[in-house]
């Protein structure tokens, strides 16, 4: 793909709190709602109980994640990071004047600084209750799920990316997040604690990792070989609902079924949110569910044409030729996305950003420096990133490598974009996280 031609989008999360600095709850978003709706925003409900989870306006979405108190900006996709920047400043200046307005405050922090986050903090969405539902038995681990999704924010970018060159894209990134942390750490304090953690949400995150969430999320165990090797590895997954036009199924009472089977058999019975049993046979959009299930720290964004055909995909799809040619000739739309990026200070939101654009836009000299170490190198990164962030010395060389990498990318774009990268060499030449400032902060004011 000609860099110049890829579209950027972006998801920016913020904790909202109260007076109190707790996190709000539903009631108090469900306010938000109703002043964006007044300034022209149009409402969505969600499938069941039909409440109100997200407003839009001009294909820009606001809404918000796990958490009531995490208020999510999805922005369409722009052209550059000039348009871009542009997008995210008209959008932040908006909801930063509706939260005034009701007595909230946005905060460009990757946790909720103060609240143990419970069910009471949960948005109302049937797509998170049943994910409780079908990936946790027990009440404790239930719980644990919805205090750390309920408080944790991150930036998720969104980039163009070419059929040829996204396998390599996805495993570059997936090493490369262990950087991208010690970069944007921006989580040292949680329920008014130092928790010894740069980058607390990312071990939460982990956390969850070890349990039922295995596999799906942080850093994948090994690299992906193919494209093909890529669909195997997430059709192993088991799917947790099904979404057949105003209704979201729960067929996951077989817990041996993975995406694969599902999209192989027929006559499936699953339940509605509202107790409905219902009757199911598998569609190509059914393929697009499994991106609901899987959150590595990169993965793949795929939307095929109306014309696809489910039964000619599972022909081929173990077959990487003829599934990169399948690709060619039905995908609508595939991208990357990034997503190991904390929630950035305000005013340096286009950094990683940056970043990211510029190491796509050099993927092949991305690949050497990711091909210079091993997979379990990278993942020995990742973990000491979340601990220390920049104060891990032997890694500030390779972040100067993908600083001049990605200002390389850039400029290859001719769009003076390059400018954007500087909170970021700022940061390595202080050797300072945005995690390490807010530590020397509290420090000095104790």
């Not at 722009?78 to 939260?99: C, G, P, T, Y």
């Not at 947790?240 to 079924?257: E, P, T, Y």
């Not at 173990?318 to 904390?342: D, G, P, Q, T």
């Amino acid at each position: 793909m000609q860099n110049q031609k890829r579209k950027i989008g972006v998801e920016l999360e913020y904790p909202v709190v109260d007076n109190n600095s707790a996190s709000i709850k539903p009631s108090d978003t469900a306010l938000i709602w109703q002043e964006l709706k007044s300034r022209g925003w149009h409402i969505t409900k969600d499938y069941y109980p039909k409440k109100v989870i997200s407003v839009l306006k001009n294909k820009d979405r606001i809404d918000t994640d796990w958490g009531a108190g995490l208020l999510e900006l999805a922005l369409s996709p722009s052209d550059n990071l000039h348009q871009l920047q542009k997008k995210i400043q008209q959008r932040f200046k908006l909801i930063a004047s509706v939260a005034k307005k009701l007595n909230f405050s946005l905060l460009n922090y990757a946790i909720q600084p103060k609240t143990r986050c419970s069910g009471a903090h949960l948005t109302p969405k049937s797509y998170y209750f049943l994910i409780l539902k079908n990936l946790f038995r027990f009440k404790r681990k239930r719980e644990n799920c919805i205090r750390t999704n309920c408080s944790i924010a991150a930036n998720q970018i969104n980039i163009d990316a070419d059929i040829d060159e996204v396998v390599d894209a996805v495993n570059i990134f997936n090493c490369f997040s262990g950087l991208f942390i010690a970069l944007c750490a921006n989580s040292p304090i949680y329920q008014n604690k130092i928790t010894g953690f740069h980058e607390y949400r990312s071990y939460l995150v982990d956390s969850l990792a070890e349990h039922r969430f295995q596999y799906r999320l942080g850093m994948p165990r090994v690299p992906f070989k193919n494209l093909s090797n890529y669909f195997f590895e997430i059709l192993k997954i088991n799917p947790l609902f099904i979404i057949k036009g105003s209704k979201i199924i729960d067929i996951a009472n077989n817990k041996k079924m993975t995406f694969e089977k599902y999209l192989q058999g027929q006559n499936w019975q699953g339940c509605t949110s509202a107790g409905e049993i219902m009757k199911i046979n598998p569609q190509m959009r059914d393929l697009l569910l499994v991106q609901k299930f899987y959150w590595p720290e990169c993965r793949l964004r795929f939307a095929f044409k109306k014309e696809a055909r489910l039964s000619a995909f599972l022909s081929i799809y173990k077959n990487n030729n003829r599934l990169i040619a399948f690709c060619r000739k039905n995908l609508k739309k595939l991208y990357l996305e990034v997503r190991s990026c904390a929630a950035a200070p305000q005013g340096e939101e286009m950094a990683s950003i940056a970043l990211s654009l510029g190491l796509l836009s050099n993927l092949s000299e991305a690949k050497k420096l990711y091909k210079s170490l091993g997979w379990t190198k990278w993942r020995q990164i990742r973990k000491n990133a979340i601990i220390k962030s920049m104060e891990c010395e032997p890694i500030l060389h390779l972040i100067e490598k993908v600083l001049l990498i990605a200002e390389a990318g850039l400029k290859l774009r001719n769009l003076g974009e390059e400018k954007y990268l500087l909170p970021l060499w700022q940061r390595l030449q202080q050797k300072q996280s945005p995690a390490i400032k807010v530590l020397q902060m509290l420090k000095a004011n104790h």
